[in-house]
């Protein structure tokens, strides 16, 4: 029977140098709290229990993963990292802890997998950096880690090792806790370091090795706005290549953003400054114009979405036409080959087959019929300032420019309503409704300039 493991996350880092009243662990990659990076990738790894360590902004923390099954363990003092491990000791039962680095969010699943097959009492991820500078250095002996030496610490020769201490760690619970015991604060930074552990380990004969992480950028520590925006070129160069090697074309990758994730069929182009935030689905042939933003949505195949326009929470079927400067809010439907253009705000709404609004119209909690023509300048008017109302617009009707739709309305199969009306009523099938008043001319008036 395979060892069970806990996950012991140390998110107690108040992130000072960030100059924010955000801890740490909250600051957003990618669109995402750090921590929950961490927590996506270690559902992999089926642990018994997952134990995240918090001290600075512990109230945020607890309430931004409050729906999630975790332990928070206070640090109230911070007192290093072995200490912050040591808090969580009353809570283990599993055989071995797994632990890792709540600033460090994007160790990949390969990364761990291999740490944890490793047969050892300790394991300790590491990485050849090409700046090691103020990192741990791995001293090996043979096949095993000797030492971990602080770059304060270290002689010359030992710092020019590349090879350096990632932070995360996996260990015989039992043996853990002992070594934990052992630990003293008597160094030059006060602290219980979790790193001495190696060398308490290796004294009681006990095998400790190293596993080597694919890259240094992906166990990368973040500390400052800086790192954090080194870690998120990062993971968005990794997004890219992964939709590349699916098929989608990202016309510069430099100038795209990800921050959830893409579902893409075949033939998918993506222009530059596009966001994709949530779950996003694009089915064939989709074309995404320049400076888009697209957010839980999903595109069928074939529809083209021009520069500038915004989706949210919106579904288009096959064919249809967005934008340019287009706004789709939650609840919109586009049934097939609906095309809406610029300056077009639709909410709430569902258009049907061949439906158009091609420019300057406000849509809102309306059903709308196929082969509707919406002109410009055309509004549902459909609160009262208390409560929402639908518009109903049935199949073929023609709805005239700078037209103003008071809801509850209906209007019937193949109407028209006149340019500039205000439509108050229901408008029968075959009808043409008229919601104006009337005009009238004056003789002989004299404007500003003639007074």
């Not at 108040?14 to 924010?20: D, H």
């Not at 893409?262 to 935030?277: K, S, Y």
Request: hydrophobic share 40%; glycine share 10%.
């Amino acid at each position: 029977m395979p060892d069970s493991i806990e996950i012991c996350i140390l998110a107690a880092g108040k992130g000072s140098r960030m100059k924010s009243t955000r801890p740490k662990a909250l600051q957003s990659l990618a669109g995402r709290p750090l921590l929950e990076h961490l927590l996506n990738t270690t559902q992999a790894f089926s642990a018994t229990r997952t134990h995240i360590v918090i001290g600075s902004g512990a109230d945020q923390v607890r309430d931004a993963f409050a729906k999630a099954d975790l332990n928070f363990v206070d640090q109230t003092e911070q007192l290093g990292t072995g200490h912050a491990v040591q808090q969580v000791l009353p809570y283990l039962s599993a055989d071995r802890l797994l632990i890792l680095l709540g600033d460090a969010p994007l160790v990949s699943e390969a990364s761990l997998s291999r740490l944890l097959a490793a047969e050892c009492d300790l394991g300790v991820l590491t990485v050849d950096h090409p700046e090691p500078y103020n990192y741990g250095r791995i001293i090996h002996d043979f096949d095993q880690i000797k030492a971990i030496v602080e770059e304060r610490d270290a002689s010359l020769e030992e710092q020019a090792i590349r090879e350096i201490n990632t932070g995360v760690m996996i260990a015989d619970t039992a043996m853990l806790t002992r070594w934990l015991g052992e630990l003293s604060a008597d160094n030059d930074q006060g602290e219980y370091l979790l790193t001495d552990i190696v060398s308490i380990a290796r004294q009681q004969g006990h095998r400790v090795v190293a596993v080597k992480a694919d890259n240094h950028q992906e166990v990368q520590g973040v500390n400052n706005f800086g790192q954090l925006a080194e870690l998120e070129h990062y993971y968005q160069g990794l997004a890219v290549a992964r939709l590349q090697a699916e098929g989608v074309q990202i016309v510069d990758p430099g100038r795209f953003t990800l921050r959830g994730e893409i579902i893409a069929g075949q033939d998918v182009l993506i222009d530059v400054n596009c966001v994709f935030e949530g779950r996003v689905k694009l089915g064939h042939n989709v074309k995404i114009g320049a400076n888009v933003v697209i957010c839980n949505a999903e595109i069928g195949n074939g529809t083209v979405i021009k520069p500038f326009s915004h989706i949210d929470g919106a579904v288009i079927e096959d064919r249809c036409s967005v934008g340019p400067f287009t706004r789709l809010r939650p609840g919109t439907y586009f049934e097939s080959e609906v095309a809406v253009g610029n300056f077009v705000e639709i909410k709430k709404s569902r258009l049907g087959v061949g439906a158009k609004a091609s420019h300057l119209s406000y849509l809102g909690d309306a059903t709308i019929g196929k082969e509707v023509n919406v002109g410009a300048g055309v509004i549902t008017c459909n609160y009262d300032g208390v409560n929402k109302f639908q518009t109903h617009i049935e199949d073929g009707v023609f709805v005239g420019s700078n037209t103003s739709l008071v809801a509850p309305v209906t209007l019937g199969e193949r109407s028209t309503i006149a340019a500039g009306s205000v439509i108050t009523t229901n408008v029968p099938s075959r009808a043409l409704g008229v919601g104006r008043g009337k005009q009238r001319n004056i003789d002989g008036w004299k404007g500003p300039r003639e007074q």
